[in-house]
Nanobody, 122 residues
Framework: QVQLVESGGGLVQAGDSLRLSCAAS????????MGWFRQAPGKDREFVTA????????YYADSVKGRFTISRDNAKNTVYLQMDSLKPEDTAVYYC???????????????WGQGTQVTVSS
């Protein structure tokens, strides 16, 4: 079992930056590829980015490529999402998740955090 807790969300203006954190506890964190997803009201949960177990490989959705950066610190059991040049369309609840294998598909992820709200005003 892995417990995940996100933090760092908030209300910002377009063009601003935020850094989300996801703290893990339970099973060895370093075993799991990690992903960030987001869900806006009335929309399906969508893939944002993922990182492999040691941070050597990352993958991004086209909508955030060049603006968002995922990273992890296995010594701190934490994964981060640095979000720059935020846009109003980035407004959503952001979730971190752990998976046995690197994936862009939500159903491949076994463990989920409770989510943190990010709101970007224009």
């Amino acid at each position: 079992q892995v417990q995940l807790v996100e933090s760092g969300g908030g209300l910002v203006q377009a063009g601003d930056s935020l850094r989300l954190s996801c703290a893990a506890s339970g099973r060895p964190f370093s075993r799991y590829p990690m992903g960030w997803f987001r869900q806006a009201p009335g929309k399906d949960r969508e893939f944002v980015t993922a990182i492999n177990w040691n941070g050597g490989f990352t993958y991004y959705a086209d909508s955030v490529k060049g603006r968002f950066t995922i990273s992890r610190d296995n010594a701190k059991n934490t994964v981060y999402l640095q979000m720059d040049s935020l846009k109003p369309e980035d407004t959503a609840v952001y979730y971190c998740a752990a998976s046995p294998s690197l994936s862009t598909t939500p159903r491949e992820y076994n463990y989920w955090g409770q989510g943190t709200q990010v709101t970007v005003s224009s």
